[in-house]
């Protein structure tokens, strides 16, 4: 599968900005899909990830209550909703796709997209 993430960009501080991450080459919907996140320095973290089916979503504890996760098999996409901006969210966010496991682990996460900045300005 190929994704393309897009939709960063730059928010003041108590904004809110969604993120897509188009799909295509293979079945979404046989997909577990996670959002992570890097900023400059630091090593790349868990945001969020989605069951197959959307039924079931878990979130890093830095972004649970602002952050929502979402997809649409229909429209093979995935959505990252953020809401209440802090400027320690900025990074560069991936979506990311896992052909068998539904977790927060990285290193579990077979293909992925080119990334997208968000820049939060206080």
């Known amino acids: 599968v190929q994704l393309q993430a897009s939709g960063g960009g730059l928010v003041q501080v108590g904004g809110s900005l969604r993120l897509s991450c188009a799909a295509s080459g293979s079945t979404f919907n046989s997909y577990i899909m996670g959002w992570f996140r890097q900023a400059p320095g630091k090593e790349r973290e868990f945001v969020a990830v989605i069951s197959r089916s959307g039924g079931s979503t878990n979130y890093a504890d830095s972004v649970k209550g602002r952050f929502t996760i979402s997809r649409d098999n229909a429209k093979n996409t995935v959505y990252l909703q953020m809401n209440s901006l802090k400027p320690e969210d900025t990074a560069v966010y991936y979506c990311?796709?896992?052909?068998?496991?539904?977790?927060?682990?990285?290193?579990?996460?077979?293909?992925w997209g080119q990334g997208t900045l968000v820049t939060v300005s206080s």
């Open positions: 990311a796709s896992s052909s068998y496991i539904y977790t927060a682990d990285r290193r579990t996460y077979d293909n």
